[in-house]
């Protein structure tokens, strides 16, 4: 793929092909290719498309590219970021590139707005929010504002929806550039859309990507204290959030810390191995519960020593239907079905839908131990009771937890993980042994 | 909130505060309100706004509203709908009312493209798509076009981007309404954003999610096999996807069946029982496996009892470091870093992965045994090995049944859930006993 010489025939060829490229494609091949490819391609580009393609750069390609350019191609470039963009890249770099940047490639009157930007905390609204948008008083004319469409520079996906504001800048709602065209004698407000749904740019980036997802909306508002815009964020930039949000969950609920972008197969394993321990310490020391409680009952285990052979059956059943409950109430919980004051009532639906889960399971495990096992009629009463109990109570837990950890700001997938393998096992074995120990050793 | 009558004024107050309201919210209140009610707000409800509430109506409300609304009104109300949303409410709706609908109902010319839409498979893209949008030909004058918005009666939202084909109808690209109107005197080419990402409307909505998540499309053009424009998905439609798909992968892992949009609270719990049961039983019976092995060394477990106690902490362990592998490799596999081919690689990743993570994992519970517990060295020795090839196989494990999933057309995610568990725990307790018989019964 990478070559030494193009000649003028090539040349034009590849500078037709790569302009009709995405930039999502384009920066992946930038990652893998030499610095004299890329050092072509980027005299090839387009302007605007060199501008996104370098934006979605890995943080090294950015820095060896800005290395390479020349002070008027650097300035170009940061003219035709995105101011969001910019900041990204600038969160990035190195100090001593960013200083540089700030104080001689910035245009000047771009320097405010950069660094209020660059304030905003880390997964906040504000962090990926777009500050190229349109406004337009409601007290103006359709033609006076078709007109400032005309003459604006602002990407024209930027000018799909021009928002309103009251005559104090206060963000009334949004109109349809199409509607402005069919409705040119109207008045604005015979073709407003009402907006009612707006989030802070410290609000966390979760809620732009439920506001999207709950009201299917294309753009979402972000206003300041006094209801004034100061950003948006684009539906398909949820749909982003989202997909962090879900790897967060997913990562939660298999206790893995430290999520990133970081590719799987580049990443070194002593970095993954790191990224996994914790959590399988934690399951480790919390183990040293099942383990007292086994030696505790070391002499009833004894006597009977059959017994051993249900602990991995009960331990995961009694795991597994923890999980489920709490699985099927995090997401009840996400679209705002449940919460704490709720927890009662969950609980006692989880108690109820243990019983028959229990039941049935019950029934199940008397079959198999009827034509598989030879135990005596204790042992199969012992384990058909304990299951019984276990299921229901892995339930209750299951769906208690993530309420209770919401209550407590704890993100709630964090309890669908292992800490309620660990809660339940140690209750399914205390059980057990309390039954066996009742019903065997008389 | 259910009231009996309202006066003049009272009446005017509301058509103003409903008609400022968002369908999303309107439907959830129409959900709780009386037939009366109901009644009320439909008649003061914009037309427009009406149909986008019904659309976003449960199953059961919309049979009760159609039942009492004259055929006039129901007539208003199917020209309003969307075509997605008619063919949306027809798959709901019991199928004598879907066959007066369609024969008497909706309009004739309609009827073609109904049928269509009707006839793609569930959670196909065709099932999601609008067949709303704006096309014009390449070789149109951008004054043309522009008379074409002009005068067109599509919802302002679907003409923010125009769709430009060649003259065989074959899509070429799109142009934004804003650049037509700031080129007018140009040629559509020099607008043009050529489009190279299409779906086919037999693809899996997954795909959709998936384009729209890796170029920030804001819509998504379906096209047929000759690469005619037949429908577009807005990204924001894309993020209903992303959820759903991500409900089903949570569920997989917790084995839960049938993912549906049901309200938690509202379900019957014997129904929520029995979308939970099946994976229970299967796990139930697959437990089977390691009672067979744990009454296999019954003879080792009754010289040394004590083994018991740490057979949790050897499966949970096992469990976890498969489940956390099996997670990354999931997400590798889902942004096209891995697969089947590189399972080797993957493999062999894991391998060291394991070997890191369980050679600390040994270490702290040497740690952890010679302060908390007090057993033979025999003991300890034979749970320190254990627990590294556990944890190494695990790792291991964990990796690669994702892939073959993958490979065997399987959704990967069922893997991650009571699978690889089951699979796990069976294998740690015969690597324990193995060892033990070797170190203790010598």
Same mark, same amino acid.
């Given at each position: 793929?990478?070559?030494?010489?193009?000649?003028?025939?090539?040349?034009?060829?590849?500078?037709?092909?790569?302009?009709?490229?995405?930039?999502?494609?384009?920066?992946? +091949?930038?990652?893998? *290719? %030499?610095?004299?490819? /890329?050092?072509?391609? =980027? !005299?090839? &580009?387009?302007? @605007?498309? #060199?501008? $996104?393609?370098?934006?979605?750069?890995?943080?090294?390609?950015?820095?060896? +590219?800005?290395?390479? *350019? %020349?002070?008027?191609? /650097?300035?170009?470039? =940061? !003219?035709? &970021?995105?101011? @969001?963009? #910019?900041? $990204?890249?600038?969160?990035?770099?190195?100090?001593?590139?960013?200083?540089?940047?700030?104080?001689?490639?910035?245009?000047?009157?771009?320097?405010?707005? =950069?660094?209020? &930007?660059?304030?905003?905390?880390?997964?906040?609204?504000?962090?990926?929010?777009?500050?190229?948008?349109?406004s337009?008083?409601i007290?103006?004319?359709?033609?006076?504002?078709?007109?400032?469409?005309?003459?604006?520079?602002?990407?024209?996906?930027?000018?799909?929806q021009i928002w309103i504001t009251d005559?104090?800048?206060?963000l009334k709602g949004f109109v349809?550039?199409?509607?402005?065209?069919?409705?040119?004698?109207?008045?604005i407000e015979?073709i407003l859309h009402p907006i009612n749904?707006t989030?802070?740019?410290?609000?966390?980036?979760?809620?732009?990507?439920?506001?999207?997802?709950?009201?299917?909306?294309?753009?979402?508002p972000?206003?300041?204290?006094?209801?004034?815009l100061?950003?948006?964020?684009?539906?398909?930039?949820?749909?982003?959030?989202?997909?962090?949000?879900?790897?967060?969950?997913?990562?939660?609920?298999?206790?893995?810390?430290?999520?990133?972008?970081?590719?799987?197969?580049?990443?070194?394993?002593?970095?993954?191995?790191?990224?996994?321990?914790?959590?399988?310490?934690?399951?480790?020391?919390?183990?040293?519960?099942?383990?007292?409680?086994?030696?505790?009952?070391?002499?009833?285990?004894?006597?009977?020593?059959?017994?051993?052979?249900?602990?991995?059956?009960?331990?995961?059943?009694?795991?597994?239907?923890?999980?489920?409950?709490?699985?099927?109430?995090?997401?009840?919980?996400?679209?705002?079905?449940?919460?704490?004051?709720?927890?009662?009532?969950?609980?006692?639906?989880?108690?109820?839908?243990?019983?028959?889960?229990?039941?049935?399971?019950?029934?199940?495990?008397?079959?198999?131990?009827?034509?598989?096992?030879?135990?005596?009629?204790?042992?199969?009463?012992?384990?058909?009771?304990?299951?019984?109990?276990?299921?229901?109570?892995?339930?209750?837990?299951?769906?208690?937890?993530?309420?209770?950890?919401?209550?407590?700001?704890?993100?709630?997938?964090?309890?669908?993980?292992?800490?309620?393998?660990?809660?339940?096992?140690?209750?399914?074995?205390?059980?057990?042994?309390?039954?066996?120990?009742?019903?065997?050793?008389?």
């Open positions: 793929m990478n070559r030494e010489r193009y000649d003028i025939n090539e040349i034009k060829e590849l500078q037709k092909s790569i302009n009709l490229m995405d930039p999502v494609d384009l920066a992946e +091949i930038f990652e893998i *290719l %030499s610095p004299y490819e /890329i050092a072509i391609r =980027i !005299k090839l &580009l387009n302007k @605007d498309l #060199l501008a $996104d393609t370098f934006a979605l750069l890995s943080r090294s390609k950015k820095v060896d +590219i800005i290395k390479t *350019l %020349s002070r008027e191609s /650097i300035m170009e470039l =940061i !003219k035709e &970021l995105d101011e @969001d963009e #910019l900041v $990204d890249t600038l969160q990035e770099l190195p100090a001593n590139m960013v200083g540089k940047l700030m104080n001689h490639f910035i245009e000047e009157g771009r320097r405010p707005i =950069i660094n209020e &930007l660059l304030g905003y905390p880390d997964e906040s609204v504000g962090s990926i929010m777009s500050v190229n948008f349109m337009a008083k007290s103006r004319s359709i033609k006076e504002i078709l007109d400032k469409v005309v003459n604006s520079d602002l990407d024209a996906n930027k000018l799909e005559n104090s800048l206060k349809y550039l199409a509607d402005l065209l069919r409705n040119i004698e109207q008045n015979s749904k989030v802070s740019a410290y609000d966390d980036q979760e809620i732009v990507a439920k506001l999207a997802f709950r009201y299917d909306l294309s753009e979402i972000v206003v300041d204290s006094e209801n004034r100061i950003g948006t964020v684009p539906a398909e930039w949820a749909i982003d959030v989202m997909v962090d949000e879900y790897n967060e969950d997913i990562s939660n609920i298999h206790g893995i810390t430290d999520i990133e972008d970081d590719s799987y197969m580049e990443v070194s394993n002593l970095k993954i191995a790191k990224n996994r321990i914790t959590w399988l310490i934690i399951c480790l020391i919390t183990a040293t519960m099942t383990g007292f409680i086994i030696k505790r009952y070391e002499s009833t285990l004894a006597t009977s020593v059959v017994l051993a052979a249900y602990i991995p059956m009960l331990m995961d059943s009694g795991g597994n239907a923890g999980s489920q409950a709490s699985t099927t109430v995090i997401r009840a919980l996400y679209i705002g079905e449940v919460d704490y004051h709720t927890i009662l009532k969950v609980m006692l639906k989880e108690l109820k839908i243990g019983f028959y889960v229990g039941i049935a399971l019950v029934f199940i495990n008397i079959l198999r131990i009827f034509f598989m096992d030879s135990v005596s009629t204790q042992v199969m009463l012992t384990v058909s009771i304990t299951l019984l109990i276990t299921v229901m109570i892995s339930k209750v837990i299951g769906g208690m937890l993530p309420l209770i950890a919401d209550k407590f700001k704890i993100d709630p997938t964090v309890m669908a993980g292992p800490i309620i393998t660990t809660i339940v096992d140690t209750v399914a074995l205390l059980i057990y042994f309390e039954v066996a120990s009742k019903l065997i050793n008389l």
